[in-house]
């Protein structure tokens, strides 16, 4: 389809024309990344002509774009919070939705930043990552189930220089133990599996299982809450993200547990730019 010194421009309409499914955005993300130069690059020289090994790259990638794979799978990587993020079939990209948990966690924190965070379920660890460099005196613990995401989540904090600010462990929610902590954040898998089949192919099938589903979507939530007052400092914070229409039960699940644990929190919910509640927060007194 695409051949070698076909110019750029050329190569964008001509895959647009083949894969009408593709968006113009993901095609150029594509393209250029196969010729490795910058957008201002492509600007500047619309014409640039590709080699027959870009073509090549470029056809494939297409052609598992179509397929449903995400550009950020295929590209290898993700940006969040304004840093890099290398991303794999291991680990759910990092969302905009998610910069939600680390503004609610600076507002709630804001005047007390905390010594000691953990990220329950870090997978790429795009959120501990944001919250190192945001409170630049705190150290972290990183936490996922995955080896595969440890392994993903490791290169990530070497890449961004945090390596020596924190741990990674592999374990799961309910075999960790550690802390205390005076910043406790999650993104759990928040999806009921009913409604795996209403998801977009792209979300369904490429994205890790495991990252997404939680039997009626409140399981990890469940989890969390069960281990929360042992893992939380006196005076702490914990934000997590929650799904659409979650807020109600997760707060009351948490206040539940708090209290039983003779804890007593304030709540807070933030919604994401879409105006959907995403993230809550509980300060304990
Ligand atoms: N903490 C990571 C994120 O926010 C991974 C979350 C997950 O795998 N559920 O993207």
């Known amino acids: 389809m695409i051949a070698a010194g076909t ?35 492509l600007i500047a020289e619309p014409n640039r002509q590709l080699t027959d090994i870009q073509a090549e790259q470029f056809e494939k990638l297409l052609l598992r774009r179509s397929q449903g794979q995400p550009v950020s799978q295929l590209l290898g990587e993700k940006e969040f919070w304004g ?58 613990v990183a936490v996922d189930i995955s080896p595969a995401a440890v392994t993903i989540a490791e290169q990530n904090f070497a890449d961004l220089e945090l390596s020596d600010r924190v741990r990674l462990h592999c374990a799961d929610f309910s075999d960790f133990e550690g802390g205390p902590f005076d910043l406790i954040v999650s993104n759990p898998p928040y999806i009921a599996d009913a409604d795996r089949d209403s998801l977009p192919v792209d979300v369904r099938d490429h994205e890790p299982a495991m ?17 929360m007052p042992r893992l939380i400092a006196p005076g702490g914070r914990v934000v997590l993200e929650i799904g659409q229409g979650q807020a109600d039960r997760v707060l009351t699940m ?21 105006g959907i509640d995403r993230a809550v927060a509980f300060c304990l007194d």
């Open 83 to 140: 840093l890099p993020f290398r991303i794999s079939r291991d680990v759910l990209t990092p969302r905009p939705d998610s910069e939600t948990v680390v503004e609610l966690a600076l507002e709630i924190c804001r005047g007390n930043p905390p010594a000691r965070i953990l990220d329950l379920g870090t997978g790429s660890g795009c959120l501990m990552a944001a919250l190192l460099t945001e409170f630049m005196q705190a150290e972290g």
């Open 254 to 274: 948490f206040e539940l547990a708090f209290n039983q644990a003779g804890l007593s929190a304030r709540a807070s919910v933030k919604p994401d730019l879409a």
């Open 211 to 227: 990252a997404l589903f939680a039997g009626d979507g409140y399981e990890a939530y469940h989890t969390l809450a069960r281990y």
């Open 7 to 41: 110019g750029a421009e050329t190569a964008l309409r001509s895959a647009r024309s083949h894969y009408p499914g593709i968006s113009r955005l993901d095609a150029r993300l594509l393209l250029l990344h196969c010729l490795g130069i910058s957008l201002e690059e």
